[in-house]
């Protein structure tokens, strides 16, 4: 007998709110519309947070599978009845309940929402409703978090950072037609939808043209633990990038980013929370020579916040929205297939036919209002 089917009209997990930051109260109702009355030993809920990565990697020339969790809460509740198998077992009546449920999140620093394909970060309720006689029916419901915490307005990324590079031509010992780049980071911190603040100056006397360049990269590093070295997969994603105009001989310029480096919607730095995977930015500043393929260049570490930069003694403070991360970054549009509801890409349908399969989760990440700036 299909109690599901005969018994149960609804069941469905349903969340006040679908993101949530670590220390908050995470609350939602289990909803059961029943149509006869039956017996139910208890309604039980999950609270959980875990990552997780997987893939191939070659052994002795065969292709193996490995992967490695780990978790970050695992709560349990029981919302009705008792979860002890003797003793007599309550009867539901029938009609449409509602089971409420509350949990205390953590207040230690919680990793975001991550999806990707070698590995995951995901946080869910998972009810099962324990009926003694059949199968259990059981759902589950994903949700976000917001995480870790950074805050812009550190002190730690508020401290300008500084760079020089300089290439000077040589002739019979003497030096002459250098060329200097002069760099200055504001700051080191920026939540989505902020544009980075950095000036630059050039110093060209030397015999070519040069051209600033430059790229925001995103770096995430995956790791399974495997023994002493364990096992590592690494990739690199090109976040934005600018090209400024030449440079010609014996002339100076400066330049200011304004609104030409605004950082796209992305998973926040997340490291050394998650022993699985970790992500970090780097700003790179790049001064070309068009004709010897010289480099000058400078790295900065960015760091990407969930917290924006508030203006001191400002009553107009950036508002707060959240968006789906861009495709062209890791954990950006990637979709599990088990939150795929229809055609599943397995490369033969269309762009058209992959637009009508119905989503049912993706994590979001935080992002200010670009009016707001």
Not at 148 to 170: N, S, W
Request: net charge negative; proline share 6%.
């Amino acid at each position: 007998m299909d109690v599901t089917m005969d018994y149960i009209r609804e069941f469905d997990i349903r969340l006040d709110r679908e993101m949530y930051y670590a220390g908050e109260v995470l609350a939602g109702h289990v909803l059961l519309d029943t149509v006869e009355n039956f017996k139910l030993r208890s309604v039980r809920v999950v609270l959980r947070g875990k990552a997780h990565a997987e893939w191939k990697v070659l052994v002795s020339g065969d292709r193996r599978n490995v992967k490695d969790d780990q978790y970050f809460i695992d709560d349990r509740a029981i919302i009705w009845g008792k979860d002890k198998p003797e003793g007599n077992i309550p009867i539901l009546p029938r009609g449409q309940h509602q089971f409420p449920f509350r949990f205390q999140l953590p207040e230690s620093s919680l990793p975001c929402s991550f999806e990707s394909k070698p590995g995951f970060i995901r946080y869910y309720i998972k009810v099962t409703v324990d009926i003694p006689y059949a199968s259990p029916p059981q759902g589950m419901k994903y949700f976000t978090i917001i995480g870790p915490h950074i805050d812009c307005m550190d002190e730690q990324y508020l401290k300008p950072m500084v760079g020089t590079d300089k290439r000077t031509t040589c002739c019979l010992c003497c030096e002459k037609g250098h060329v200097v780049l002069r760099t200055q980071l504001e700051r080191s911190a920026y939540v989505c939808g902020e544009s980075i603040k950095l000036k630059a100056s050039v110093d060209n006397q030397g015999e070519e043209e040069v051209r600033l360049k430059v790229k925001l990269l995103q770096h995430v590093e995956y790791f399974i633990d495997r023994g002493v070295l364990g096992v590592t997969k690494e990739l690199q994603h090109l976040v934005l990038e600018y090209q400024g105009d030449s440079v010609k001989p014996n002339t100076r310029t400066k330049w200011d980013s304004a609104q030409s480096l605004v950082v796209p919607v992305m998973p926040p730095s997340l490291i050394g929370i998650c022993r699985l995977l970790q992500i970090y930015y780097v700003l790179k500043v790049n001064l070309e020579f068009e004709k010897s393929g010289d480099d000058l260049h400078m790295h900065f570490p960015i760091t990407v916040a969930t917290v924006p930069f508030r203006i001191p003694n400002s009553s107009q403070q950036p508002v707060i929205h959240y968006e789906v991360a861009c495709d062209h970054v890791e954990g950006g549009l990637y979709i599990g297939p088990e939150f795929l509801l229809g055609q599943v890409y397995d490369g033969s349908c269309s762009t058209q036919e992959m637009r009508e399969t119905v989503v049912l989760y993706r994590p979001v990440y935080v992002c200010v209002a670009r009016n707001n700036e």
